[in-house]
């Protein structure tokens, strides 16, 4: 990045592969006949550009009266999250529809989403935030007993 940024302008840092890197080194190469000051620069703000205006034409494709149906296929076809969460769901339907101990949800997440805390606890907050499970007690040991909201959770899973 410049040591000074021109007016009008800000600096960006980004990442990416090394292999996108090397085509967009080689198109900037092709179209400019080499690799000339500020090549990079127009070229990935073309490219944002580009990108903008084709976020906005398909969201402006998906607004507008009678397209909620549309949007909630656009939502699930980018979320992988909430497809790993509809699938918790259905297990902890399958297992219990009135109460079950945080172990055992614990157990699904882990086997459907993996292991490591951060995963568990992002869905448990996810569960609890759509309300499929709200905690009903603390038990003497120290775990925690959901009551699943069936209603909640039914009214969740349509939407897949």
Known sequence: MPSRVPSGKVGLYVLVSSRTYAKLRKL????YGGFPRGALSREVENAIELYIASQDQQR???SGPGRERERNLHIKRVSRTMKTLAAIVRRILDV????IPDNIVENIIVTIAGGDRKTINKYLKLLIGY??????TVLSNG???YRVNKDNAEAFLSQF
């Open 143 to 145: 775990a925690t007993l």
């Open 131 to 136: 309300r499929i499970v709200e905690s009903m």
């Open 28 to 31: 900037i190469e092709e179209k």
């Open 96 to 99: 219990s529809e009135e109460e």
């Open 60 to 62: 402006a494709a998906l």
